[in-house]
């Protein structure tokens, strides 16, 4: 059974940076697409950044230029560098596939807020 653990939420100011990271439970993590997603009080989860088997990255563009994606196969961790936070980034955030979903892990909180 696949199992996400995500950690590094937390409270900011706006303009400031967290950094999420996700261990998972994935026998072969290196050939999976990853993503971080996040839902935010009365809307969908969204996907908002996805990085390759082979390390090509994508974003939303409402976090294009502030976050960066990546990943450590090794470890089996797949990390969210977050700067120039704004309170619209407040959500609950979770990895998962970014092709293949699994089922949700417990999330990490964020919380953009001066």
């Known amino acids: 059974q696949v199992q996400f653990v995500e950690s590094g939420g937390g409270l900011v100011q706006p303009g400031g940076s967290l950094r999420l990271s996700c261990s998972a439970s994935?026998?072969?993590?290196?050939?999976?697409?990853m993503g971080w997603y996040r839902q935010a009080p009365g809307k969908q989860r969204e996907l908002v950044a996805a990085i390759t088997s082979g390390g090509s990255t994508n974003y939303a563009d409402s976090v294009k230029g502030r976050f960066t994606i990546f990943r450590d196969n090794a470890k089996k961790t797949v990390s969210l560098q977050m700067d120039s936070l704004k309170p619209e980034d407040t959500a609950v955030y979770y990895c998962n596939g970014a092709r293949t979903l699994w089922s949700w892990g417990q999330g990490t909180q964020v919380t953009v807020s001066s």
């Open positions: 994935i026998s072969i993590f290196s050939i999976y697409a």
